[in-house]
């Protein structure tokens, strides 16, 4: 099946800091999407990008299909930023394979 | 749109017993999915739905595992003889039909086997 790689594992960083948390995938997909799970378990869908570069507030994503990878920026980072990032891409219509994630801590 | 409501919050049960979690899906959505989540890993497809019909099981659901959707609206998901393997946050999602559609993420169920 497909593989997903999420790196780094973990990152800290102090508020205000910006941030690139990274993820490849193994094989050719038509939809990526990103996740963030805060500390109550609740997933959170951030974006759906197959390709391309999309913005929402001071989160950023681009995605380059032809080179298999994706790229979550966190900028100007706040603690309600905290929680742990995935993401995911689909092997088929109907189900997602997810990364490992990576573990963000913001501290004040 | 109320979101994806997930029933219990929690729970603990000691091994061998069963145990069954009920999703509500946001009205919608014609599709239902059930992930299941470990500590430290990401979530792992284990069952969906399309509309009342379960189109597929992960090798991951044992027989112990069962899950049905009446009526295309909410669905439950029962472990029979709950073993401490079965520790885990269970995850109901929904969306509608296609590759770009966007899943919904409940609060999920954790349960605890002790």
């Known amino acids: 099946g497909i593989q997903v790689e999420q790196s780094p594992p973990d990152l800290i960083l102090q508020e205000g800091a910006n941030s690139t948390l990274r993820c490849n995938f193994s094989?050719?997909?038509?939809?990526l999407q990103w996740f963030h799970q805060n500390p109550w378990g609740q997933l959170i869908n951030l974006f759906y990008?197959?390709?391309g570069t999309k913005q929402n507030g001071r989160l950023s994503a681009t995605t380059v299909a032809t080179e298999r990878y994706s790229l979550l920026y966190i900028s100007s980072s706040q603690t309600t930023d905290s929680g742990v990032y995935f993401c995911?891409?689909?092997?088929?219509?109907?189900?997602?394979?997810f990364g490992a994630g990576t573990t963000v801590t913001v501290r004040a | 749109d109320t979101g994806v409501s997930q029933n219990p919050r929690h729970k603990i049960t000691k091994r061998g017993q069963n145990v069954t979690f009920r999703c509500d899906p946001i009205?919608?959505?014609?599709?239902l999915y059930w992930y299941r989540q470990t500590l430290g890993q990401g979530p792992e497809f284990l069952t969906y739905?399309?509309?009342?019909?379960?189109?597929?099981k992960s090798r991951l659901l044992s027989d112990r595992f069962s899950a049905e959707r009446p009526k295309g609206s909410f669905s439950t998901l029962e472990i029979q003889r709950t073993e401490q393997g079965d520790s885990a946050m269970y995850l109901c999602?929904?969306?509608?039909?296609?590759?770009?559609?966007?899943?919904?993420f409940g609060n999920g169920t954790r349960l605890t086997v002790t």
């Open positions: 094989d050719s997909v038509n939809n």
């Open positions: 999602a929904s969306s509608l039909t296609g590759y770009s559609a966007p899943l919904h």
């Open positions: 739905f399309q509309n009342e019909a379960q189109l597929e």
């Open positions: 995911a891409v689909p092997p088929s219509d109907y189900k997602l394979s």
């Open positions: 009205s919608e959505h014609n599709r």
């Open positions: 990008i197959p390709s």
